[in-house]
């Protein structure tokens, strides 16, 4: 297949199963094996294998279907077609913007392809807090073999942007070690657009590889359609109900007569991503007698600091993250002050203008800046210690899902630090000026002015800018009814009928860019799932 061919026009035209939107109005009524709600990374990888499995499968996608010929780099497009609210949504309180998408193919079509696989202390936490000894190194290696062959993910050989070269030129200053990140690409144009969509189809997201795998063989696709809610009865799911939306999102039976689709399957599987698995859950009324639905949510907190060099940097060219450091986790325990991971996030104008803090002339300044700025991103690890126990999904008066997060002083110290670790690689790269993202921080030229009015700030939400991109938790797996919302097969502990397979099962955040995580654990609950159904063994091949 040539990398400009439209695989999904092609598979439209071949006969694919797909209603929604622009492709006609989903049957009222549907009989299948089961039911996926979402697109995404474990929805995706689910949809292969049970299809390879014989079952008529249904996906249900709350987004768009959109494909290379749609994806044109253009930031105004992009935003508003393939993320949740517009690549605007917030936490209840707004001190945390979050990116997830909102599209087939979910977060996989628009992520930066960075791909690690689930760190060995964060396994080894889960073990011994989760009663999780099966989720190993050794146990799930195969998975994640399995993952990256179907995938192709790799270590990226081509040399770094001198967006990614800063951050492993500052950091050898500094004797801090930084290595490669692999993506998950193939005939890669190293463009750097690859939140706005790949226009070539060499990301292999789901929208290009499992989904349209699934659609060859006869499954279904929705598209469009949000799933209200679950009906459930004697503990089990009996159907699925769901309804169409507009582009943007909105309910599209207001103002008219609303047309449900009902599904009804022999099993079924939310993967939604964290914060809308929880959220239908919430809206279903599901049990949960211990109170752990929605609650453990995680975010990796993420804040930056934004440098200019008086070399060109041009952030939007070239493959987006290459390059990281996992020095700043390996500093303290797991359990101890917060750690963080360091890698070089790709800026566009929209992007960065929505960023960077101050106004008027100050943000005039700096936007003159953008071929020559430079931002670093620190991933902050939540989860592993009693003063970081993340948020809490809940839903608003119209149903919708939001997620209260607190940002907490065990937190916000770790926010610091990362700060000046961060500025301290950028001047020891040869940064003329840097600009901690803060709205009282001011472009500080040298370290030790830097340093001291770091040291100086109220690290507060609203002032400390904060957004992240990995959302996690929320119905998480454990080996006993009281700690977790599903089995560690991936079942939900009070309905046999229903399994969770994204995200949201996991009990901690990862401490790494998630999908590879989810790939990787998400591949191993549906073969089990497969099995249990089927009595067929498969791989992900």
Known sequence: MS???????DGLQRGW????????????KIVCDVAIVGSGAGAGITAELLTRAGLHVVVIEEGPLKSSSDFNQKESEAYPQLYQESAARKTEDKAINILQGRCVGGSTTVNWTSSFRTPAPTLNFWKTHFDLPDYS?????????????RLNILPWLTPPNENNDLLRRGAAKLNIQAAAISRNVKGCWNLGSCGLGCPTNAKQSMLVTTIPAALDLGAQLLTEMWVEKFELANGKVSALYCQSVMPNGA???????????????????LAGGAINSPAVLLRSGAPDPHGVLGARTFLHPVVMSSAVFSQKVEAWNGAPQTIYTDHFLDTHAIDGPI?????????????????VPGMGRSQRDLLKTFPHNHTLLALLRDGFHEKSPGGQVKLRGDGSAVLAYPLTDFVMDGARRALLSMMEIQFAAGARQVLPLHEMAEPYTTWRQARDAVNALPMKPMLTKVVSAHVMGGC????????????PDGVHWQLENLSIHDGSVFPTSIGANPQLSIYGVVNRLAQGLAKKLTGRELVLA
């Open 3 to 9: 990398q400009l061919q439209d695989p999904i026009r």
């Open 17 to 28: 199963k797909v209603f929604g939107g622009a492709l006609g109005p989903a049957p009222e």
């Open 137 to 149: 190194v050794d146990a799930l290696a195969p998975y994640f073999e399995q993952a990256e062959r």
């Open 251 to 269: 309910l599209a039976h207001i103002g008219r007569a609303k047309v449900a689709t009902k599904i009804i399957a022999k099993h079924y599987v």
């Open 339 to 355: 750690g963080y991971k360091l890698e070089a996030p790709p800026l566009h104008p929209v992007i960065f203008a929505s960023t």
């Open 476 to 487: 998480g797996l454990a080996g006993q009814e009281k700690t977790g919302v599903v089995r």
